[in-house]
Nanobody, 117 residues
Framework: QVQLVESGGGLVQPGGSLRLSCAAS????????LGWYRQAPGKQRELVAD???????NYADSVKGRFTISRDSAQNTVSLQMNSLKPEDTAVYYC???????????WGQGTQVTVSS
């Protein structure tokens, strides 16, 4: 089992920045991928960015060049630095972890990000 706790959401003006963090606990040594998804009202949950244990990173096209995902060397914390935020980035952001041996998917409780003037 893996537990995920997010922090760092809030209200920011367009063009501003926020940093999200997610701390994993439990069987952290089985975690392969850590990442962030988001879900806006009336829309499906979508991948924002993820990073594997080996450091391979994947970004959604809509956030490339604006968001940066990072993972600490202990492999139990993932952060998302969000710059140049736009109103369309408004959503609930969920931390995500996938494990191997056995395979499993885990989600945080979500944190609200609102971009508005």
């Amino acid at each position: 089992q893996v537990q995920l706790v997010e922090s760092g959401g809030g209200l920011v003006q367009p063009g501003g920045s926020l940093r999200l963090s997610c701390a994993a606990s439990g069987n952290i040594f089985k975690i392969n991928t850590l990442g962030w998804y988001r879900q806006a009202p009336g829309k499906q949950r979508e991948l924002v960015a993820d990073i594997t244990r080996s450091g391979r990173i994947n970004y959604a096209d809509s956030v490339k060049g604006r968001f940066t995902i990072s993972r600490d060397s202990a492999q139990n914390t993932v952060s998302l630095q969000m710059n140049s935020l736009k109103p369309e980035d408004t959503a609930v952001y969920y931390c995500y972890a996938s494990t191997i041996f056995p395979t499993g998917d885990y989600w945080g409780q979500g944190t609200q990000v609102t971009v508005s003037s």
